[in-house]
């Protein structure tokens, strides 16, 4: 079993950065799959980036690719999320999630454990 603990949202201005933590508890953070997902008011959880256990793949939304990049440290037990040129319709929970499965790792249903969320919002 893993607790998530996300960190790092904020307000920020259009073509702003920020960096988005996840720590995790635990000694098996480095056999997981890593997830970050976000959810809009009044719209479903919608997958960003993942990363399976090694940094060996890496997947991204259409919408962040190229401008987000989600790392991970294992001996640290940390996952981020490096988030620049934010735009307005990035305001959201981000929510880091967990999982043993390689495979469906942009379905929500895929992941066992999960964050609280940490909010981002960005004014245009």
């Known amino acids: 079993q893993v607790q998530l603990v996300e960190s790092g949202g904020g307000l920020v201005q259009a073509g702003d950065s920020l960096r988005l933590s996840c720590a995790a508890s635990g000694r098996t953070f480095s056999r997981y799959t890593m997830g970050w997902f976000r959810q809009a008011p009044g719209k479903e959880r919608e997958f960003v980036a993942a990363?399976?256990?090694?940094?060996?793949?890496?997947y991204y939304a259409d919408s962040v690719k190229g401008r987000f990049t989600i790392s991970r440290d294992n001996a640290k037990n940390t996952l981020y999320l490096q988030m620049n040129s934010l735009k307005p319709e990035d305001t959201a929970v981000y929510y880091c999630?967990?999982?043993?499965?390689?495979?469906?790792?942009?379905?929500?249903?895929?992941?066992?454990?999960w964050g609280q969320g940490t909010q981002v919002t960005v004014s245009s």
């Open positions: 990363i399976t256990w090694n940094g060996g793949s890496i």
């Open positions: 999630a967990a999982t043993m499965s390689g495979t469906y790792v942009a379905a929500a249903r895929t992941y066992d454990y």
